[in-house]
């Protein structure tokens, strides 16, 4: 087959893959077309770039270098420390971490404001990964219900309660891409697939700054951690990655673009070192990639402690030199460490950092608080946070969206709905009655005391039936620790019950940042209370809390019902309790592979084919002991109902360069119930000039369907979704033939080939 090359931005390559000639023309609407595609979009509200010359003319040194300073504050309260309310009345605080309230920021802000001789408003950073106060499931939990308006809308929720508190900058979305579940942080990203987590991240922006940077009850978001920090070696956190420039630009970089395209104010950059660079001061993502490619223009900010840690790293050799590094590379602020403010004055009489280079750092982080409206608005309202936060509208948001995240990975035997006539339930389980780890690792200002626990959840909906059963409680064990005492009393209460909701997984301090784990499985005596308690033969339902993918295999052979809850957030038992009685009918999907065991990572679904593709021969490649099957694939999720897909049909057997294709498939609900089915389209170029992945995600779709209903789901692929990094990591696309697959999840499903043709 012959096999040509075009690259993104008009450029024709050679056809490497079989040698054939160079195609030597492009059509000028196609580069136009591309051009477009790759362009970075314009930024937000309009700034007066004659105030900001006139303002950073006015500035000391000191006033300047306090702009690029992100102080820390309590880590828990968010009140000031000793000495910062001095110098914010000198003018000499850029921007807090943690400080939030409607109440403190404002007394805050009029110290900058009243005494401060520059009158800079003062900018309030904040960690609101997945809600502000109104927690919502973590970003694994909302990337599970692959619904990006309800990923929209929590964000923007997230939005309006911190806003409202004073805080206008986040310090999301967590982009990360990772294929390590041993990685604690895999809970704050989308998973292990680019083409979601780049839907989720543009979601995010969105929900978070509204259309455009400054829009009242929004914030600016801050992408994060620029780049490969989710590719630590061994899932170890903070740890070095090894990524080649062409998976870094297939793979990692796709969502921090997607962020970018959606408009997102601000970059993090990772704590992690790249090829021989910390990412924080790395010359080719931060230099090259996005400052030059990308011609990211916004604020840059230095992980927590990041410049000074440059020491650690073993490149800079004091802070000084730390604090050089990282403003040549482009840091603008530096969160926590002062290296910038304590020796930005000797660099710059030194001519070790220039003044040009000084004032652009200052003037993007003035240009944000200027897009942000805080140099007209520089107080917030504390009339809106009273209305805002934990109102009864956010925490219905936040039941439904923890709802729609949650994945049913087993019901055998129709265990779950429970029956409308079920007399007594037992609910047992450490998980099922903190309140503390229904939030996640990353909970913002959220409050256990807000939390409602399974147990509560479950109560509450059980008075509400017909004839309400009665629901009993034991714990069973704690979520780790080698105790079994409470074995026999939750024994007796599963014998003395119709049905187990059994709910166990993984506190949540063991999941996130620093919260690398060398096992998986469940911990502490959990996984012997499950066995226990099948062994009174009660029909039992898992309930799973849980930051990663957990190696749970006797439970996914051995408990019948199986729902995968991650950590839900403030409303977890409503969100539960609507499942496991089906007023809620599960419709997640996982976005990330569950290994069988460890030993398997990475494990993920868009790996490529090798040499020696997986079979029975002994000669190929997979483990001789255990094989490379997951134990549950990325894509996939049950329902209460069923779907039928058929009828998979092409607009085309041929599409030219510059061409689109429209897929359409149909999907029948067959089943007793209104459900939700995930479409999932996946594509695989057959023959590529370098190897390709044996499938990848290119589009989704969240339908619900009446029992009976049936509906044709379409999609469109354009030019530019066949394309890839080419071996000089150049985009580009290839003529040659792909298969689409359409499928509920990256396993089997439909399958259909066309072929990309000159036009
Ligand atoms: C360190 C974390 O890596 C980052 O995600 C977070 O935003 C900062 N600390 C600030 O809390």
């Excluded at 429970?418 to 998980?431: E, H, N, R, Y």
């Excluded at 599963?494 to 911990?523: H, M, N, T, Y």
């Amino acid at each position: 087959m012959s096999r040509q090359s075009l690259l993104a931005g008009g450029e024709l390559a050679a056809n490497r893959a079989e040698g054939s000639g160079r195609l030597r023309s492009i059509t000028a609407a196609l580069a136009s077309v591309l051009a477009t595609i790759l362009a970075v979009p314009a930024s937000g509200a309009e700034v007066d770039e004659r105030t900001l010359d006139d303002l950073i003319r006015r500035m000391s040194v000191a006033d300047k270098l306090g702009q690029l300073q992100q102080f820390g504050t309590d880590g828990n309260t968010g009140e000031l420390l000793k000495g910062q309310e001095e110098l914010l009345a000198q003018g000499q605080i850029g921007s807090f971490i943690n400080a939030r309230g409607a109440r403190y920021t404002n007394r805050i802000q009029r110290i900058a404001i009243e005494s401060s001789p520059l009158k800079i408003p003062v900018l309030f950073g904040y960690d609101v990964i997945h809600g502000y106060r109104t927690i919502f499931p973590a970003p694994l939990g909302m990337a599970s219900s692959w619904d990006m308006k309800a990923i929209e809308q929590a964000s923007a929720i997230a939005a309006r309660e911190a806003s409202a508190a004073g805080v206008r900058w986040v310090f999301a979305p967590m982009v990360d891409i990772a294929r390590d579940p041993r990685w604690g942080r895999i809970i704050e990203g989308a998973g292990e697939d680019p083409y979601l987590g780049s839907r989720a991240a543009a979601a995010q922006v969105r929900g978070l700054q509204g259309a455009t940077l400054g829009e009242p009850g929004h914030v600016a978001a801050c992408v994060k951690h620029w780049v490969a920090y989710g590719a630590a070696e061994g899932g170890r956190d903070y740890n070095s990655s090894e990524v080649s420039e062409r998976t870094l630009r297939g793979v990692y970089f796709p969502p921090f673009r997607a962020a970018l395209d959606a408009g997102v104010g601000s970059f993090m950059t990772a704590l992690n070192e790249l090829d021989g660079e910390p990412a924080t001061v790395n010359s080719f993502t931060l230099g090259q990639v996005l400052r030059k490619e990308w011609k990211f223009d916004g604020v840059v900010l230095s992980d927590y402690q990041a410049v000074e840690q440059l020491i650690d790293h073993g490149v800079a050799k004091d802070g000084e030199a730390a604090a050089q590094m990282a403003l040549k590379a482009g840091i603008d602020v530096e969160e926590q460490s002062e290296m910038f403010r304590k020796h930005g004055a000797t660099l710059l009489q030194e001519g070790k950092v220039s003044q040009a280079r000084l004032d652009q750092a200052v003037r993007r982080i003035l240009r944000l608080k200027m897009k942000l409206g805080l140099f007209e608005k520089p107080y917030v309202d504390e009339a809106i946070e009273h209305a805002e936060i934990l109102c009864a509208g956010n925490l219905a948001a936040a039941r439904e969206v923890a709802g729609r995240s949650m994945v049913l990975l087993r019901n055998e035997g129709e265990i779950l709905p429970l029956k409308p006539d079920v007399q007594s339930i037992a609910v047992i389980g450490p998980m099922a009655v903190n309140p503390q780890d229904p939030l996640g690792p990353w909970f913002a200002d959220g409050k256990k005391e807000e939390t409602v626990t399974l147990l509560a959840g479950i109560k509450a909906r059980a008075a509400k039936a017909p004839n309400p059963p009665k629901v009993a409680y034991a714990k069973g064990c704690e979520a780790v620790g080698d105790s079994r005492e409470g074995f026999d009393e939750a024994l007796r209460v599963a014998r003395e019950s119709d049905v187990v909701i059994l709910a166990i997984g993984e506190p949540s301090d063991q999941s996130g940042e620093a919260a690398s784990l060398a096992s998986l499985d469940l911990p502490g005596q959990q996984l012997a209370l499950a066995q226990a308690i099948k062994g009174t033969g009660k029909p039992i339902a898992v309930v799973l809390l849980n930051g990663r993918p957990l190696t749970i295999g006797w439970v996914a052979e051995n408990i019948p019902a199986i729902l995968e809850a991650w950590y839900p957030g403030s409303q977890a038992g409503n969100a539960v309790a609507d499942i496991l009685f089906g007023d809620v009918n599960p419709g997640g999907k996982l976005p990330l592979t569950f290994p069988k065991t460890v030993g398997q990572i990475p494990l993920y679904y868009n790996h490529m084919n090798t040499g020696r593709p997986a079979g029975d021969f002994k000669y190929t490649s997979k483990y001789a002991d255990i094989g490379n099957q997951p134990l549950y694939s990325f894509g996939f999720g049950l329902s209460y109902t069923r779907f039928k897909l058929d009828n998979l049909a092409l607009s085309a057997k041929t599409i030219p360069v510059g061409g689109r294709l429209e897929v359409s498939v149909e999907v029948e609900n067959v089943g007793p119930r209104a459900g939700d089915e995930v479409v999932q389209l996946y594509l695989r170029d057959e023959v590529a000039s370098v190897t390709r992945p044996v499938k990848e995600l290119r589009g989704f779709e969240r339908i619900r369907l009446e029992p009976g209903e049936r509906r044709t789901v379409r999609f469109t692929l354009e030019t530019m979704d066949l394309g890839f990094y080419d071996r000089e990591n150049r985009f580009c696309v290839e003529l040659g033939r792909f298969k689409v697959t359409v499928g509920d999840s990256s396993e089997g499903g439909l399958d259909a080939t066309f072929e990309l043709v000159r036009r």
